[in-house]
């Protein structure tokens, strides 16, 4: 028996669709026998579960649900009062119930176990990564620096800190872990540790690799392929676990990795009447919504002087889709963390200039304006949305689409 283990926080009832298709790309992919082990909380409603049942008992396979709230109740406490400020985050507290596997897989005699992100396709046989033998190491993961074909790697903390060697960085997203060699504190370590370093930004990543980079079994890229960097290499589709991180599914069906998710999400129960009518609510809300926002951007654009904070690859396209001027302010930046020097000038020039903020984390740098006493259209606003997905490699309002599904 394969097992396969997944965490699940799900306060909008959205994200459990995400799962299912994972879950679907498995089943479609092993003639194996899996079970699906789903650590949830309350945010589990009675729909999604019977969506989850009916998925695994149409391929005849197997699915467990563990609510972590009722089996670690001091665990879950600990991890709310130890780590506040990061729940705040857009990090889901679900990322952090696949540090309890050790409490709750054990107990059901569960002694290995995959654990796997929601937004992955397994486009190879599960039992491929399964049959890996663990001996006395805790767990397997693919380096970052393959998963990502050597993209998205240098900047995290733990390495720029000489925590972890880069060579040694893992993601976390597919992991083969030997439950059994889990320490039995390691729940509670974890969050020390990230306590004490708030500057992790991967936080459950950074806690596994702060315990387990030095002594893990280093997997092929296969296991662990994001989509954003085979995108960009332009690499065709082959037997891979395929990582969608960075929300890059897209409703672009002529891209065969966006084909290969829909040809498995269509094979859940989540795809309905009901997907098809929130589709269509979704996009004439956000039709609506684009609209307005535009207008407004329009009569700022008029009314006031302007100055950009924009990502260092977007700064010819913001200078041409702009128009700007010489004199015009363009702080750029290749570390969307590094806001001091935007702050600054938005103090030393408030009331004189807006800020169009051409970011794709937008609302992240909105939230943070906000705390510093700046207000939306009036001190910033949102540069992205003049600007389209061949122009800035990203669209806001597609990524809300596939939200709403």
Same mark, same amino acid.
């Given at each position: ?63 467990? &649900?563990?609510?972590? $709230? ?25 990322? *952090? ?6 409490? @709750? ?8 176990? @995959? %654990? ?11 039992? $491929? ?21 050597? %993209? ?24 083969? *872990? ?17 306590? +004490? ?5 991967? /936080? ?18 296969? &296991? ?15 037997? !891979?676990? %395929? ?19 829909? $040809?498995? *999400? ?12 929130? @589709?269509?609510?979704? /996009?004439?809300? #956000? ?30 396209? @913001? ?18 963390? #590094?806001?001091? +020097? ?5 103090? +030393?020039?408030?009331?004189? !200039?807006?800020? *169009? ?7 992240? %740098? !909105?939230? #943070? ?28 309002? +597609?990524?809300?689409?596939?939200? $709403?599904?």
């Amino acid at each position: 028996m394969i097992h396969v283990c997944f965490g699940l926080h799900d306060k909008s009832g959205r994200y459990s669709k995400f799962v299912g298709a994972t879950m679907a790309s498995i089943f479609e992919n092993t003639a194996a026998d899996v079970t699906i082990h789903i650590l949830h909380d309350a945010t589990l409603s009675d729909a999604n579960r019977d969506n989850f049942s009916y998925l695994a008992g149409r391929y005849a396979q197997h699915v467990k &649900f563990h609510n972590v $709230e009722k089996i670690c109740p001091e665990e879950i406490k600990f991890l709310k009062e130890k780590i506040a400020v990061v729940l705040n985050t857009r990090f889901s507290i679900g990322t *952090f119930y696949r540090l309890l596997m050790k409490k @709750i897989l054990s107990a059901h005699g569960v002694g290995k176990a @995959i %654990y796997l992100d929601a937004d992955i396709i397994v486009n190879l046989d599960i039992a $491929e990564l399964w049959q890996h033998d663990l001996k006395d190491i805790p767990l397997a993961a693919v380096p970052e620096k393959d998963a990502t074909l050597g %993209y998205m790697i240098a900047n995290k903390y733990l390495i720029k800190k000489g925590l972890v060697k880069q060579e040694n960085y893992f993601n976390a997203g597919v992991i083969l *872990f030997n439950v059994d060699k889990l320490e039995k504190n390691f729940f509670y370590d974890g969050l020390k540790f990230l306590a +004490e370093n708030p500057q992790c930004e991967c /936080f459950d990543q950074d806690i596994l690799n702060a315990f387990f980079s030095a002594n893990y079994l280093k997997l092929e890229q296969k &296991f662990d392929s994001f989509v954003q960097s085979d995108r960009l290499r332009k690499l065709p589709l082959t037997k !891979k676990i %395929y990582h969608y991180a960075g929300q890059c599914i897209e409703l672009k069906f002529d891209d065969a990795y966006n084909k290969l998710f829909m $040809e498995h *999400f269509v094979r859940t129960p989540w795809f309905d009447f009901g997907f098809v009518d929130r @589709i269509g609510k979704a /996009f004439r809300k #956000m039709t609506d919504e684009h609209t307005l926002h535009v207008q407004r951007m329009l009569r700022l654009a008029v009314e006031h002087k302007r100055a950009f904070f924009v990502t260092s690859n977007n700064v010819n396209a @913001i200078k041409i889709l702009f128009s700007v001027q010489d004199d015009e302010l363009i702080i750029k930046t290749d570390n969307p963390f #590094m806001v001091n +020097e935007l702050v600054t000038k938005m103090r +030393e020039l408030r009331g004189k !200039k807006v800020f *169009f903020i051409c970011q794709p984390n937008y609302d992240d %740098y !909105k939230r #943070m304006l906000y705390t510093l006493g700046f207000r939306e259209f009036f001190d910033f606003a949102n540069g992205m949305v003049f600007m389209t997905k061949e122009q800035c490699g990203f669209m806001r309002v +597609e990524r809300d689409l596939i939200n $709403e599904m």
